[in-house]
């Protein structure tokens, strides 16, 4: 199929090297290097993202914008083939093709926190350079993707149908902590009925590595577009709290290992708000640990629930990969709340 796809872009794949690249679950990305540099091919998940030319929509609409009002700043968009298409279907699979930025590279974890304090400015400065534009033109790419009320929702009917009674019974104790904590669900009720803070446009997939560095580790810019839609400023300071404080990934399964590192917790609230301090509203600034709890929350309750219904969204490498992930994420969420004190008090 990719000997197909390169020739497209005018790209000769016998001339071409072509290796799988990242650790994404959803999309399969290849890095295709060439005489003419190297490029990031990818291939866009339709079981999830059901309507990939709605990606296609939005990033265009955005880089117009962008490349008008902002022309300095780095935005990532998808090559054209030599047809001018910027998203392929070609027998009912969807693919796109990325120039690599050749001075740059990515991290997997962060490991210091300026390294949090440049992602996290990369991040509030999309938000912040698109707060001019009209969030609701864009496309929801995958409709209700951070509601926590109807993942909820999907948990509890997961619980009634489980894939097997022994797959409810082993995760009957995390089972148990999700609804223990259910008042997580109810202040993003509070927060979404009561339009307590503002639809934004909101990246949704905020881990380090779609982030890409210069030489001199400065934030370049972020990548990895297909999320970008409307939606709450929590969604994106959650994640980077999620996946940046903790020294170990989800994929851990020595829970010991699991820590809540307080210098990286304050490093994304000061590039953070660097960037979005004077944009977002005081209610909004009153919700930043939350946003920690939120996404942590609800990264556990879809990976249980992706167990209970026999790990068929995240995929699983070993009998209970899904069960792990989502204890593993429960233990960071009980690290976090008892540092609450520590992560709020000023550096
Ligand atoms: C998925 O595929 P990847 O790694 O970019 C997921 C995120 C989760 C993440 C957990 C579309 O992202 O929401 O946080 O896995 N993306 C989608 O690793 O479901
Ligand atoms: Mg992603």
Redo the contacts with the bound molecule.
Sequence with gaps: MLNKILPLYGIDPSASEIKAFG?????HTWIVKTDTGRFILQQVNHQ?FKKPFDIDHNIRLLKEYLDTVYPDYLFIAAEKDLSGKSMLQIEGAYFRLFRFVETSHSLNVAEHPEQAFEAAGQFGKFSRLLSGFDASQLRAT?PD?HNLSLRYQQFLHACDHPVSAERKKIAAKLISCIIENKDIVETFEQISTGNEIPLRVIHH?T?ISNVLFDAQEKGLCVI?LD?VMPGYFISDVG?MIRTYVCPVS?EETDMGKIEVRIDFYHAIYKGYTAEMGNTLNDNEASYFFYAGKFLIYM?ALRFLTDYLLDDVY?GSRYEGHNLNRAKNQLVLLKRYMEKEELLKSQP
């Design positions: 650790d994404g679950l959803i999309n999830v995958l993707f997939d881990k990895d999320t994640d989800e990264q995240y």
